[in-house]
Nanobody, 121 residues
Framework: QLVELGGGSVQAGGSLNLSCTTS????????MAWFRQSPGKEREGVAS???????AYAESVKGRFTISREDDKKTLYLQMDSLKPEDTAIYYC?????????????????WGQGTQVTVSS
């Protein structure tokens, strides 16, 4: 089970921090990622974190978003700074147990219910 928290509304240039609490799988051995989906668009990978420590980011968020994880708390985070209106979307947490996964949606097995992020200009 994955539960996202921390979405909301913010003005452009602002910040939000998303969290994702997990249960039901070996968190420390799972690749974790954040995806987002806005109306009429495909769900896209935003940031990922592998058990090996390797992280990956979509080009559109590099330098603005930071993914981190606390394995002892089985929690994933996404710090979002310098937010832009085009970052508006539903953000989803995803897990791929026992897999070194990147930003491809097909690599992930478990999904959260999503949390809305709205950035106004």
């Amino acid at each position: 089970q994955l539960v996202e928290l921390g979405g909301g509304s913010v003005q452009a240039g602002g910040s939000l921090n998303l969290s994702c609490t997990t249960s039901g799988f070996v968190y420390g051995a799972a690749s974790m990622a954040w995806f987002r989906q806005s109306p009429g668009k495909e769900r896209e990978g935003v940031a990922s974190s592998r058990p090996s420590g390797i992280t990956a980011y979509a080009e559109s968020v590099k330098g603005r978003f930071t993914i981190s994880r606390e394995d002892d708390k089985k929690t994933l985070y996404l710090q979002m700074d310098s937010l832009k209106p085009e970052d508006t979307a539903i953000y989803y947490c995803a897990a791929a147990p026992w897999v070194e996964a990147g930003l491809a949606r097909s690599e992930y097995t478990y999904w959260g219910q999503g949390t809305q992020v709205t950035v106004s200009s």
